[in-house]
RNA sequence: GCCCAGGUGGUGAAAUCGGUAGACACAAAGGACUUAAAAUCCUUUGGCCUUUGGCCGUACGGGUUCAAGUCCCGUCCUGGGCACCA
């Protein structure tokens, strides 16, 4: 069926590209900085299965965006790189023995060979490998600036603990308790790990977002994951003892509603608040608590469990008596890791006041009964005396205004954000340089050492008792303290796979640098990055990390900008389709055969309903583009994943839709090789719908709406292919608007129409507005808002003479005739509304 | 439960300073060309009716307006994120 020679075309200008260095970029200086651009992809993490559908989509909307900003005449750094320290290299280390630098480095082939596939504009010359000795030398450099900074500290806390990975997790790589990369149920464990405290900058994480052009949604879930909240402390004496306790609470006003106090099973209080005739009882809670997992704990049911400690405190506003228990609904880690139960006004006290028992005392007014159920939201002080009567703010504002006066409390913040686990008891990570010496402490190993590498090992096996497989590795270990020359031992835990893609763009900057990890003047180039895509899943994880990490290069000084990626475009997932059937359950794709429409479960006969899921390998339907590039060519890979739909929304991939953009191209193909195409002069009606279509596919392509742009360009050339003879100027302009989209076939038909190569850098068309309005419009004409007729007139017509032409119409007099025009409505050049009675 | 997106033909989708709903493409049906097929080209294609015309139609129910897919209020559903955060 195939006419377009694309399996010619495309490695013919791939090699073109690569030979003559034809997207090389250098930092001219000569280029104003309103004249730069960096436009980054999300790099990929070159895993055994190769590129999926989702990679191109994404890194053929910043190709186009790359191209299109070229063609206007800025300097762009486009580049790309693996993230190649990773878990799955690992793993597969384990079970066959096979070193990770090797999987890796052929997994990197195959993605380079993939991607490369797809004609992507890439300056090649600045590649970066996360795991690549050269690279990570500057990872563990900036790692040590950190530590300089009294930002990395060493802890035995509970961390998440992974048993299947065997290695300590981040709260942000924990989803509903279980491991994010294998599923497995997570466990608290106490093990000593490497912290930074990212928690220092959780405000100017927060603000910087004010700052940033980045979807709504991706801001929001940072804000929900620094958590900011705004409260107050407050210290209730403990009756009978000389301790005070304190708690956090964004309601004080609700103070005088305060009937219980709840401490965490794990406050370090618990033994001293634990009365004689009580221990036995919270011994027994303690116990069953330690043992319950992070999910049991958090589970669906949340039935209140707890325990009263024996102990009263006093509420410093009324100073009445009130018990304290012992819960595990309250969370060490939040807070205090204390509260003041207010049961009226919070269903979590309210549930647990009700299953022990304890008064509920309504202090807001308001439409429910306290007894019944918890009343949230705001109303009128009762029982509150002196805050009698008050709303939520000014009752806030003077309860603060009593603790502070009084020594009660004072004003406080809070954060969800917790500091980062920074240690992984893994191989195949950065080793974290440090030297742990028996007289000196820690010590960083000294910057002339780095990087410091790996040791090769015989097993990959994690210990499993919290501990690296580098443990099992002497001459590695042991070695000599830089301060004082005595024996002493390296860390063996690594970083996260996080680390190295925290500062990735920034190396791409200037990748080959051996002395510092960027050179300042070339940084200042081209920061911060201009446009970033990728996909959504990064919204919290990398995003904030490489923001926490590039804020404290800008506070040492050494990046120029506040923050690092500018504007940020998350991808549309790319789905599949897959079947479901009358039990909601889903049937793997290739169990499942199509007919008449209908989808049948090969199997059971059943038939089943077409539905959107995520990719998966257990519905069998990824999808590989290697099949699609070799059967349809790059640039229909290309051009059908930017027409599918809108880039930011996520769009099921359907195979049958392929075609069309593949006809299209051919159609082109066809029009430049089989038509006659001559220098003649053009039609209007073609000129217009060129100097159209520039017009279109300049400001489509900008704002990234790239589906759009093309089916302008599809309008254009199924106008083309209707024409007898081509006017060469036609085919040049659209040859021109083509090629960052499908820059295979635009190089092509620009050698073909007498230019050299390389059209990519070659100026984008300008059009004529003038050319781009018709010169008669179509106005609509509605009778009390119902279109009754259309009528064709001049272009800018005056209103008196468009309601003239309206009124005059026949088919609108059979509509008001014999009524009364109320009212009459024209707009300019698109339609008149005449209101009648 | 909370926070963010989103709901338009058989399908992917267009159209949002409120102004012709369904551009472009897929699929389907019919036709031309062909010994035939593929490819290509042309026509039709939201639903209904009494079909040179009319009525209905953008998840559902209200509202604002001369005019609502678009704005406002409420409800339902789908996707993503967080989740005992005091």
Known sequence: MSKYPFSEIEPKWQKYWEEHKTFHTEEDPSIPKDKRRYVLDMFPYPSGAGLHVGHPEGYTATDIYSRYLRMRGYNVLHPMGFDSFGL??????????????????????????????????????????????????????????????????????????????????????????????????????NIRQWMLRITAYADKLLEGLDTLDWPESVKAMQRNWIGRSEGAAVFFQIDGMDEKLEVYTTRCDTLFGATYMVVAPEHPLVPALTTPEQKADVERYLEETKHKSDL??????????????????????????????????????????????????????????????????????GKVDVQQEAWTEDGEHVNSEWLDGLNKEDAIKKMLEFLEKNGY?????????????????????????????????????????????????????PSGTGESPLVNVPEWVNCKCPKCGGEAKRETNTMPQWAGSCWYYLRYIDPKNEKVFVDPEKEKYWMPVDLYVGGAEHAVLHLLYARFWHKVLYDLGLVSTPEPFQRLVNQGMITSFAYQKANKSLVPVDLVEEKDGKYIDKETGEELQQVIAKMSKSLKNVINPDDFIRNYGADSVRMYEMFMGPLRESKPWATNGFIGVYRFLDRIWRIATEKKVEETEMEASIDKLMHKTIKKVTEDTESLSFNTAISQMMVFVNELNKLEVIPKKALETLSLLLSPYTPHLAEELWEMLGHQPSIALEDWPGYDEAKTVDDTVEIVVQVNGKLRARLQMPQGAEKEEMLREAKADSKIQGWIEGKTIVKEIVVPNKLVNIVVK
């Not at 409390?409 to 992984?424: E, P």
């Open 409 to 461: 409390g004072h004003k406080a913040v809070n954060y969800k954000l917790r500091d980062w686990v920074f240690s992984r008891q893994r191989y195949w990570g950065e080793p974290i340089p440090l030297i742990h010496c028996p007289h000196c402490g820690t010590v960083l190993v000294p910057e002339e050492e780095l990087p410091l590498r790996l040791p090769t090992v015989d097993k990959y096996e």
């Open 88 to 189: 799955p290299a690992e793993n597969y280390a384990i079970k066959t023995g096979t070193h990770p630098w090797e999987t890796t480095e052929k997994n990197i082939r195959n993605f380079r060979r993939q991607i490369k596939s797809l004609g992507f504009s890439y300056d090649w010359d600045r590649e970066v490998s996360t795991c690549d000795p050269d690279y990570f030398h500057w990872t563990q450099w900036i790692f040590e600036k950190l530590y300089e900074k009294g930002l990395a500290y060493e802890a035995v806390t509970p961390i998440n603990w992974c048993p299947s990975c065997k290695t300590g997790l981040a709260n942000e790589e924990v989803k509903e308790g279980h491991c994010e990369r294998c599923g497995e149920k997570v466990e608290k464990k």
């Open 296 to 365: 049991e704990r958090t589970d669906l049911a949340k039935d209140k469990t707890g325990v009263f400690s024996g102990s009263y405190a006093i509420n410093p506003v009324n100073g009445k008596r009130i018990p304290i228990w012992i819960a595990d609904y309250v969370l060490i880690s939040y807070g205090t890791g204390a509260i003041m139960a207010v049961p009226a006004h919070d269903t979590r006290d309210w549930e647990f006041a009700k299953k022990f028992s304890l008064p509920i005392i309504e202090v807001l007014k």
